[in-house]
T-cell receptor, first 111, second 112 residues
């Protein structure tokens, strides 16, 4: 089983709909992250959390919210999806030396 | 502002043709430089961490090196299965453990 699991892997939705992307990890680390990847723009940080009571905005948090339900679970929500939120979303877990371990990604298409 | 630039954007090699990928950085106090491999539709896979100039790390056909301004990922006698996008990222005094700053990657295609 993967150390970092994301669901769903693919989702197509319509403008204005609420979407939740879920992430769970078995690596046992506290730091968790949500990144967005767009062609030509690289990976950009949306939100990060260092523990259940610690949530922080990244560089592109507008239009997104997160919930850290447990040490191993970190969810990303789009309250009202818009087409420019179409992207590949990655959850990551921070290792002891600052490296990140990524999930397989969630491809979101907003029509 | 911390910046990471990777070159070339894309590289096509013949199997066995060695080459290097470049990652140049302008940061305020490097606290680690990371290399990742990303296959299409998959999450980035961690390869190496380098911390100080002169440091080298190796894994199979890959060797990463670090200077005060840039890092190179050397690929020796590549095989088609080495085809992927290679990402470079940095952790700095500004970012701490908050995040990594990523480059946009080099797409490598190795033909048989």
């Amino acid at each position: 089983d993967a150390d970092v699991t994301q669901t769903p892997r693919n989702r197509i939705t319509k403008t204005g709909k609420r979407i939740m992307l879920e992430c769970s990890q078995t690596k046992g680390h506290d730091r968790m992250y949500w990144y967005r990847q767009d062609p030509g723009l690289g990976l950009r940080l949306i939100y990060y959390s260092f523990d259940v009571k610690d949530i922080n905005k990244g560089e592109i948090s507008d239009g997104y919210s997160v919930s850290r339900q447990a040490q191993a679970k970190f969810s990303l929500s789009l309250e009202s999806a818009i087409p420019n939120q179409t992207a590949l979303y990655f959850c990551a877990v921070g290792g002891d030396s600052g490296e990140l371990f990524f999930g397989e990604g969630s491809r979101l298409t907003v029509l | 502002e911390d910046q990471v630039t990777q070159s070339p954007e894309a590289l096509r090699l013949q199997e066995g043709e060695s080459s290097s990928l470049n990652c140049s950085y302008t940061v305020s106090g490097l606290r680690g430089l990371f290399w990742y491999r990303q296959d299409p539709g998959k999450g980035p896979e961690f390869l190496f961490t380098l911390y100080s100039a002169g440091e080298e790390k190796e894994k199979e056909r890959l060797k990463a090196t670090l200077t005060k301004k840039e890092s190179f990922l050397h690929i020796t006698a590549p095989k088609p299965e080495d085809s992927a996008t290679y990402l470079c990222a940095v952790r700095t005094m500004n970012t701490g453990f908050q995040k990594l700053v990523f480059g946009t990657g080099t797409r490598l295609l190795v033909s048989p």
